[in-house]
């Protein structure tokens, strides 16, 4: 199907759909005004405040032990132990081990396992003394005390586990500082014309005069009957530099026919972008620094929404 069967109301959501869809894999956030004010979308992002590089957002535990493979990882349930802490003696103990000495004379104890409505439960029972308690004891099962709480340690090392604050996606940064920065974005969708052309309407008086405001021109192309989308990214000085002109259409505001550069190198290459991308995944999992700084110097050749990332004035 031609974008010319596409009714042109339909399509301008169609483009802005996609190039929100696009942001949203890069770590913004999307959200549309609530009023159509020369504004399609707006969109935020957490950043490293010393180096700018993506923050993470979202709650992660990490191991508080430098030296534990498990310190620079995303950690899960399979990952940590969880055990109650005595405030009152300092005692830790790990509520669902098959191996424990007594905490009163060290003995072995004996261990029986347990599963009712879904839930654990480990009795254990001293061969020397016959103390006795469970998984479930909420008290310290050393010295008795009512202050324990639940206190999860790593399955490596047995360090605590703690929240990370340090989730600047920069492995080689440890900043604990952030910032939410904002964009400005307005979508033109445009058609691909009979001749081959890809052509939009424009008017100066949509124009933003912000350096935070972007403007995303979208295309969908067909090539051997496959379906391409293309984004070609402008900021406003771009965007000047390229159409601005003291003709009629600028100066009355009337609509101006535009048409992208033909080189093909302005356009968003997104085979080339996805493979680079999971490359980099690979790399931060295996912690390979040299290798992430090799690939991330290419993503930025490519990824034309990378210029959104750079930091501008006005963002703090």
């Known amino acids: 199907m031609k974008n010319q069967d596409i ?59 430098k030296n534990c493979p498990n310190q620079n990882k995303e950690l899960n349930k399979n990952n940590y132990i969880k055990t109650r802490k005595c405030l009152s003696c300092g005692f830790i103990f790990d509520k669902y081990t098959e191996h424990i000495n007594c905490p009163e004379c060290n003995a072995e104890m004996t261990v029986k396992k347990d599963k009712r409505s879904g839930q654990k439960n480990y009795s254990y029972t001293c061969s020397g003394c016959d103390k006795k308690f469970t998984s479930q004891t909420r008290g310290c099962v050393k010295c008795e005390s009512n202050k324990s709480i639940e206190f999860p340690v790593c399955e490596k090392c047995n360090s605590a586990i703690i929240p990370k604050n340090n989730k600047c996606n920069n492995p080689e940064c440890k900043s604990e500082e952030y910032a939410l920065i904002i964009r400005t974005i307005q979508v033109k969708s445009s058609h691909e014309e009979d001749r081959g052309t890809i052509g939009f309407n424009f008017k100066m008086q949509d124009l933003i005069d912000d350096p935070r405001h972007f403007l995303v021109v979208y295309s969908r192309t067909f090539e051997d009957f496959k379906e ?34 033909k080189d093909k190198a302005y356009f968003f290459n997104e085979v080339s972008y996805n493979k680079k991308m999971a490359r980099i995944k690979e790399a931060k999992k295996k912690n390979d620094i040299t290798l992430l700084k090799t690939l991330e110097k290419k993503i930025k050749q490519i990824d034309i929404f990378g210029k959104l990332n750079q930091k501008i004035k006005g963002d703090f």
């Not at 900021?235 to 550069?261: C, D, G, M």
């Open 228 to 261: 391409k989308h293309n984004f070609w990214v402008m900021s406003v000085e771009e965007f000047k530099k390229e159409y601005v002109s003291n003709n009629a259409s600028t100066i009355i505001y009337q609509n101006a026919r535009l048409h992208p550069p």
């Open 7 to 65: 009714k042109s109301g339909l399509f301008g959501s169609v483009g802005e759909n996609m190039a929100a869809f696009e942001l949203s894999k890069r770590n913004w956030y999307v959200y549309r005004p609530y009023f159509d004010n020369k504004i399609d979308f707006i969109a935020q992002k957490f950043v490293c405040k010393r180096c700018f590089y993506d923050w993470e957002s979202k709650h992660i535990i990490c191991c508080s032990n």
